[in-house]
Nanobody
Framework: VQLQASGGGLAQPGGSLRLSCAAF????????IGWFRQAPGNERERVSC????????YYAGFVKGRFTISRDNAKNTVYLQMNSLKPEDTAVYYC???????????????WGNGTLVTVSS
């Protein structure tokens, strides 16, 4: 059972990146998937969450209007499209799965590896 996050890298302020979270060894059909991030010296914070069907989403206020979460259950993958990136978005981004639904505030059953996003000119 594994979640694998990818798609991080270096982006300029105002730029875009798309993160992917692929699940292996289990089906995400019954799980809400969340994206979290942790910057150096900071606590981990919740960024976004999407319910099992994709019909309900949650966004933290600091990304609302800039990031979009989506899922493709057929590909067992969840995405985070990040636009209008800011230097303060620099962090390691993690995905996680929970059976407790949105807003992914408790009981994360599986955690993925992190992918580093750096926003800098």
């Amino acid at each position: 059972v594994q979640l694998q996050a990818s798609g991080g890298g270096l982006a300029q302020p105002g730029g875009s990146l798309r993160l992917s979270c692929a699940a292996f060894g289990f089906s995400i059909d019954y799980y809400a998937i969340g994206w979290f991030r942790q910057a150096p010296g900071n606590e981990r914070e919740r960024v976004s969450c999407i319910n099992s069907s994709g019909g309900v989403t949650y966004y933290a206020g600091f990304v609302k209007g800039r990031f979009t979460i989506s899922r493709d259950n057929a590909k067992n993958t969840v995405y985070l499209q990040m636009n209008s990136l800011k230097p303060e978005d620099t962090a390691v981004y993690y995905c996680a799965a929970t059976v407790y639904g949105t807003p992914c505030s408790r009981g994360m059953n599986y955690w993925g590896n992190g992918t580093l996003v750096t926003v800098s000119s």
